[in-house]
């Protein structure tokens, strides 16, 4: 009589190994589908990244063609306003000669150009934004300068000796002007490519819901009831045209309602003129390089709705990426 499969060792063991094995088949195909998608959400980084990247280096050379275009509206409308200064100098000299009792206030407003003239003489490199605000300082100036005449009223001849300077110097420069339609023009696109240019980028997002855990330390968590916090992580993207220097970077987390969260009414930021409340922020040091950094928000006690969550990040006035997750 043959021997039964309870009786039988190696019967058992082969049908003991069957479960086993395909766990170990369930556990193989779980792990390369994990692998698969981190490979795809790598690959979307990494493309993001390049984009941001290619789309930087197109800017820096459109902002070079556009620079070297106005490389002689700059240079002359430079050496006027040397020129403009050192006769406002001048001017005022004469009328500390007339009226000592100017000097004070008059050596201030010497002061003032004498340093005006110093950085234009040392800052060669000066794009077309920097040379409308010496032209804005120059008119201040003048102005300025207009009012002390009218102190001196009493000296008819000097007044008009320097009105007429005043007045040939405006006028001049007026006439320099209208020659130069074409490079002001072109110093208009200019200053919109370095506008659109120096934005910053945010990429690599991990954006999620947090609890803390037993003991104080922060974890991930899909679940609304248990969200202590929201936080954002991200990559700064490097940008050589974007101003170097403190930051704010502002979130906001909008909910499944379409409301932003906030823990104060007076968390509002400036939108390229329009007022945003925000969620949260965070200053930083930019130096134009890449760098990666994080926004946390504390809830407070406070309860999260379930649905899907929007976060948008700021910066400069502008948004510079989005985000989502969803609560359970």
């Not at 019967?11 to 069957?18: D, I, M, R, S």
């Not at 990559?235 to 932003?260: C, H, R, S, W």
């Amino acid at each position: 009589m043959s021997e039964t499969t309870e009786n039988n060792p190696i019967l058992n063991e082969g049908n003991e190994n069957k479960p086993k094995g395909a766990i170990w088949i369930i556990v193989a195909i779980t792990a390369l589908i994990g692998i698969a998608v981190m490979g795809f959400m790598y690959s979307g980084q990494k493309s993001a990244k390049e984009d941001c990247q290619i789309a930087n280096e197109q800017l820096e050379q459109e902002m070079k063609a556009m620079n070297d275009a106005l490389s002689g509206y700059i240079d002359i409308t430079t050496s006027d306003l040397k020129q403009d200064f050192q006769t406002m100098l001048d001017t005022y000299d004469e009328m500390v000669e007339f009226d000592a009792s100017l000097k004070d206030s008059i050596d201030i407003q010497k002061a003032r150009i004498e340093s005006l003239m110093e950085d234009l003489k040392t800052n060669k490199r000066r794009s077309y934004r920097e040379i409308n605000k010496l032209k804005t300082e120059n008119k201040t100036l003048r102005k300025i300068m207009k009012g002390y005449l009218v102190q001196i009223d009493s000296l008819n001849t000097l007044t008009g000796t320097l009105s007429d300077r005043l007045v040939e110097t405006e006028t001049r420069l007026s006439t320099t002007e209208q020659e130069r339609d074409l490079y002001a023009q072109t110093a208009a696109q200019n200053e919109q490519l370095v506008k659109e240019g120096s934005k910053l980028s945010a990429y690599n997002f991990k954006t999620y819901a947090y609890r803390y855990t037993i003991n104080g330390s922060p974890d991930e968590t899909n679940r609304a009831r248990r969200a202590d916090g929201v936080k954002s992580e991200f990559t700064l993207g490097e940008n050589k045209i974007a101003m170097a220097g403190n930051k704010t970077v502002y979130m906001q987390v909008i909910d499944p309602n379409g409301k932003v969260i906030y823990a104060k009414a007076n968390n509002t930021f400036d939108a390229n003129g329009t007022t945003l409340i925000y969620t949260d922020k965070r200053e930083i040091n930019y130096q134009q390089k890449e760098i990666d950094m994080a926004v946390v928000h504390n809830l407070q006690g406070r309860e999260l709705e379930k649905g899907n969550y929007t976060v948008k990040i700021f910066a400069d006035g502008t948004v510079i990426g989005t985000d989502s997750f969803t609560l359970k």
